[in-house]
Each structure stands twice: as structure tokens, then as C-alpha cells.
């Protein structure tokens, strides 16, 4: 069974600067996606970024990159210049092939990342 | 850009009740999934669906839970006697197939 571990509950970055989000994962598939959602208080889940497996070079959104290890199955958010729309619990979440073509994301505990002024 | 919309914000049920969540996934979509998330704890897949029959379930998703996609916009998921565990935020989510999921903004099922 596939599982994504965040092994920080909480981080705290002053804004202006640059936090690492971290997360690792398991599983037996060799083709496969992950996902870093953010989930402000408001509670909406909101995707950041995406990075597929086969792809070598790492994603990057704006201010958001990740650093992807597969051999590692390391999957870290680097995010940049941080904002204070930024705080929010930020969750890595990994995507697994169902049956008949569909999907489901397997989501870690997440981290609560605060930006202070 | 096109919007996964969930009905009501929030729900407050009496325990033992049934309650129906509402969904409108993107009209384009063709999958589509019910998460659940207990408060301070992370989203949990409960069942995906496509071509009008369920992919597939959760050990969460038992005889109280039902899935259902009544004309060619909504899609519902049913509990048919809550219980307090119940309580949680229900997440409808919607995809075209090997794209992200597209989240709608969650409905807070508060049972009492």
C-alpha cells in the first residue's frame, strides 16, 4: 500500500524567506504523480504544484519549486519569498491508478506553516 | 476557470438522520471522488466513481455510504444514519483522467 509521510506538523517562516516543506513516500509503482495541496483555514484544498514521476527535471510554480529524489521517494516543497498568504497546513499527497482508469490521492498528515510579518 | 461546486457549506444533522451532499463536478470530467476529512487530521479517500458505477471504495465507505450521479451534473453522496463519527468535512472532487483533481471548497457535515 502506498503511503506519503510528513514528518513536520508544524514549520514557522519569517515572511520574505524561504521554507522547506518535506515529504516522503512508498510505493511499488514506477509511473506515478505527486501533488502538494494547500488548505488555508478556509479549509478549500488548493493545488500548488504537481511533478510526474517520469519527468527528471523538478516542477516549479512562481515562488513554489519541489525538489523530487524518486530514488529516494523524496518529494520536498521549497517555497520562496514567503507571503502571508502563504500560512496554511500544506499536505503532499500521492497519486495511485484505480481500476478502469480512475485515481486516488493518498494524503500525508500534512504541515501547518505559519508566516509571520 | 471551471469550478467543482458543493452544496451546503455546512450541514448540521441530527445523529441517525440521513443527509445527501451535493456536488457539480466539471462538466467535462469524468471521474469523479468523495475525501472526507476529520477535523485536524488528513483527507481520506472514500470512493471514486465513473461511468456511472463505483471504481472503487474505502474500508471508511460501508453500507451507510452511497454514491449516486441522478442526471448528468450532480453527483451525491448519501449516509443513511449518521453517526457522530460522521462528523467531518467532505470533500467532492473531480477529474478528466489522469489530470489533478479538482477539488470543490468542502461541505462541513457537523452531526449532533
Known amino acids: 500500500a502506498q503511503t506519503v509521510t510528513q514528518s513536520q506538523p508544524e514549520m514557522s517562516v519569517q515572511e520574505a524567506e524561504t521554507v522547506t516543506l518535506s515529504c516522503t513516500y512508498d510505493?511499488?509503482?514506477?509511473?506515478?504523480?505527486l501533488f502538494w495541496y494547500k488548505q488555508p483555514p478556509s479549509r478549500q484544498m488548493i493545488l500548488v504544484i504537481r511533478?510526474?514521476?517520469?519527468?527528471?527535471q523538478n516542477a516549479t510554480e512562481n515562488r513554489f519549486s519541489v525538489n523530487f529524489q524518486k530514488a529516494a521517494k523524496s518529494f520536498s516543497l521549497k517555497i520562496s519569498d514567503s507571503q502571508l498568504g502563504d500560512t496554511a497546513m500544506y499536505f503532499c499527497a500521492f497519486m495511485t491508478h484505480l481500476q478502469g482508469g480512475s485515481e486516488k490521492l493518498v494524503f500525508g498528515k500534512g504541515t501547518k506553516l505559519t508566516v509571520n510579518p | 476557470e471551471p469550478e467543482v461546486t458543493q452544496t451546503p457549506s455546512h450541514q448540521v444533522t441530527q445523529m441517525g438522520q440521513e443527509v445527501i451532499l451535493r456536488c457539480v463536478p466539471i462538466?467535462?470530467?469524468?471521474?469523479f471522488y468523495w475525501y472526507r476529512q476529520i477535523l485536524g487530521q488528513k483527507v481520506e479517500f472514500l470512493v471514486s466513481?465513473?461511468?456511472?458505477?463505483?471504481?472503487?471504495k474505502s474500508e471508511i465507505f460501508d453500507d451507510q455510504f452511497s454514491v449516486e450521479r441522478p442526471d448528468g451534473s450532480n453527483f451525491t453522496l448519501k449516509i443513511r444514519s449518521t453517526k457522530l463519527e460522521d462528523s467531518a468535512m467532505y470533500f467532492c472532487?473531480?477529474?478528466?483522467?489522469?489530470?489533478?483533481?479538482?477539488f470543490g471548497d468542502g461541505t462541513r457535515l457537523s452531526i449532533l
Open positions: 510505493t511499488s509503482e514506477n509511473n506515478y504523480y
Open positions: 511533478q510526474e514521476a517520469y519527468k527528471q
Open positions: 462538466s467535462n470530467h469524468l471521474y
Open positions: 466513481f465513473y461511468n456511472n458505477e463505483i471504481s472503487e
Open positions: 472532487a473531480s477529474t478528466q483522467g489522469y489530470q489533478p483533481q479538482h
